[in-house]
């Protein structure tokens, strides 16, 4: 809505809350939004399994950029390693976000099995990491199956994913990791272009200005498209597989 060339003209005035879900939302769609439409852009969390709402951001000046806020009531939110030992908060505990809550699933119909690998002691585990801030909100860097391993270093495509949004030659974008024999994997990103002029260079620049040096892309990918699903959400797995 933001790139439709009549948008800026509505009248916002009767807007009074805008909640982005399904996928992160970006740092910098969330500030265009609130420049265009003079609204908070306010992000929540949860799945199918969890009925669906875990966590939201206040509807109000408390909330926090990035984050996908705290938990609803009645329900518990942890952050836990790879044994499923619970990890302190803290940027640099990153682990698995786990829930339990009146409104976890039971599990999946006759399928005991995936049922058993998804929750475990009654914890229902996402597949999403991330960490807990000290006073509770709490924040996604990325779903564990598309973290990206460089030179034994967790790279996480939505970190790289916000930082090409911010590129105003850039629409949308994909993150993810190749195989590579001496790095384990690299990163390459997928691109539709705002601006036709965007060169190939201007990407790899941009990203060395505002990420780590072993998370800029060593490939770009210029495309028409990126494959979605039905509700807009861009599929890294059909990327991958292509």
Same mark, same amino acid.
């Given at each position: 809505?933001?790139?439709?060339p009549d948008?800026a003209?509505l009248?916002?005035?009767?807007l009074?809350d805008?909640?982005?879900?399904?996928?992160a939302? =970006?740092r910098?769609?969330?500030?265009?939004w609130?420049?265009?439409? @003079?609204c *908070?852009? /306010?992000e929540?969390?949860g799945?199918t399994?969890?009925s669906p709402?875990?966590?939201?951001?206040?509807?109000?000046?408390?909330m926090?950029?990035g984050?996908i806020g705290?938990?609803?009531p009645?329900t518990d939110l942890?952050?836990?390693?790879?044994l499923g030992?619970?990890l302190p908060?803290?940027?640099?505990?990153?682990?698995?976000i786990?829930?339990?809550?009146?409104?976890i699933?039971k599990?999946y119909? =006759?399928r005991?099995e995936?049922?058993?690998?998804t929750?475990?002691d @009654?914890? *229902?585990? /996402?597949?999403?990491?991330?960490?807990?801030?000290?006073d509770?909100?709490?924040?996604?860097?990325?779903?564990k199956?598309?973290?990206i391993?460089?030179?034994?270093?967790n790279?996480y495509p939505n970190?790289?994913?916000d930082?090409l949004a911010?590129?105003?030659?850039?629409?949308?974008?994909?993150?993810?990791?190749?195989p590579d024999e001496k790095s384990?994997?690299?990163?390459?990103?997928?691109i539709?272009k705002k601006d036709q002029s965007?060169?190939?260079?201007?990407?790899?620049?941009h990203?060395r200005?505002?990420?780590t040096?072993?998370?800029v892309?060593?490939?770009?990918q210029?495309?028409?498209e990126?494959p979605?699903?039905?509700v807009?959400?861009i599929?890294r797995r059909?990327?991958?597989d292509a």
């Amino acid at each position: 809505m933001l790139n439709h060339p009549d948008f800026a003209t509505l009248d916002f005035s009767s807007l009074k809350d805008t909640v982005g879900g399904g996928m992160a939302v =970006q740092r910098a769609v969330a500030e265009r939004w609130q420049q265009v439409t @003079g609204c *908070l852009l /306010t992000e929540g969390y949860g799945m199918t399994e969890s009925s669906p709402v875990l966590t939201v951001n206040p509807v109000d000046k408390t909330m926090r950029l990035g984050t996908i806020g705290m938990p609803v009531p009645s329900t518990d939110l942890r952050i836990a390693d790879d044994l499923g030992n619970p990890l302190p908060p803290g940027p640099e505990n990153v682990g698995e976000i786990q829930a339990k809550g009146p409104q976890i699933m039971k599990g999946y119909w =006759q399928r005991p099995e995936s049922t058993a690998e998804t929750i475990k002691d @009654g914890w *229902l585990c /996402t597949g999403d990491m991330g960490f807990m801030h000290p006073d509770g909100f709490f924040q996604i860097v990325d779903r564990k199956k598309d973290m990206i391993l460089v030179s034994g270093f967790n790279v996480y495509p939505n970190e790289i994913e916000d930082v090409l949004a911010m590129h105003p030659k850039i629409l949308e974008s994909a993150a993810l990791g190749l195989p590579d024999e001496k790095s384990g994997e690299v990163v390459q990103v997928f691109i539709v272009k705002k601006d036709q002029s965007l060169t190939e260079a201007e990407v790899i620049e941009h990203c060395r200005t505002n990420l780590t040096p072993y998370k800029v892309p060593k490939k770009v990918q210029f495309r028409t498209e990126l494959p979605k699903t039905n509700v807009g959400k861009i599929l890294r797995r059909e990327l991958r597989d292509a």
